[in-house]
């Protein structure tokens, strides 16, 4: 498990899962209010990473045929749809919870709660760990892990300032 951890945090996933963690807790933030059943927020979650998912790889084809006047070949795409495959499982994440409310193990406000509070931990985590390896201590790690998590309780805020 650890190893496949190591790998997987000195990834390029690494920040397209954060990427993708961002857009799915301002999903969650903005639907909190007035929010959908359990299955429809868990099926908007994954049908957000798929749409994003695809507007990735489709970007990342446009950006490279206008740039490169060639097509792109089939292991840029492979490369590409693992971008964006990161994405979508930073945003579809948080489906996991409000699937267990829709089972009645939890109630919606709590798939809520811990959708947003997992959401900035993971944000956190990453920062915590791009600094360790960019060779930080660990505090200075803490520090970057929790400037970085700032980004998703700003959402958090701004939601609360706004409703």
């Known amino acids: 498990m650890r190893t496949s951890l190591e790998q997987h945090l000195g990834s390029r996933q690494v920040g397209r899962v954060v990427y993708g963690s ?42 490279v045929e206008t740039s490169t006047r060639q097509p792109v070949s089939r292991p840029q795409l492979r490369h590409m749809v693992e971008d964006a495959a990161g994405v979508g499982f930073g945003v579809a994440f948080p489906a996991v919870f409000f699937l267990l409310s ?43 892990g929790a400037l970085v998590a700032l980004v998703g309780a700003g959402l958090i805020a701004l939601k609360a300032f706004v409703h």
């Not at 007035?34 to 049908?47: D, F, I, K, N």
């Not at 089972?103 to 944000?123: E, H, P, Q, R, V």
Request: hydrophobic share 55%; glycine share 12%.
């Open 22 to 63: 961002i857009i799915g807790l301002a999903l969650v933030v903005t639907l909190e209010s007035h929010p959908p059943t359990a299955s429809v927020m868990a099926v908007w979650l994954v049908g957000t990473a798929l749409a994003v998912g695809l507007a990735e790889v489709y970007s990342e084809v446009v950006g």
């Open 102 to 144: 829709a089972m009645g193990l939890c109630k919606i406000d709590t798939a809520f709660s811990i959708a947003k509070w997992t959401g900035l931990g993971l944000i956190g985590f990453y920062g915590y760990w791009a600094a360790r390896f960019a060779g930080a201590d660990a505090g200075r790690a803490l520090i970057k």
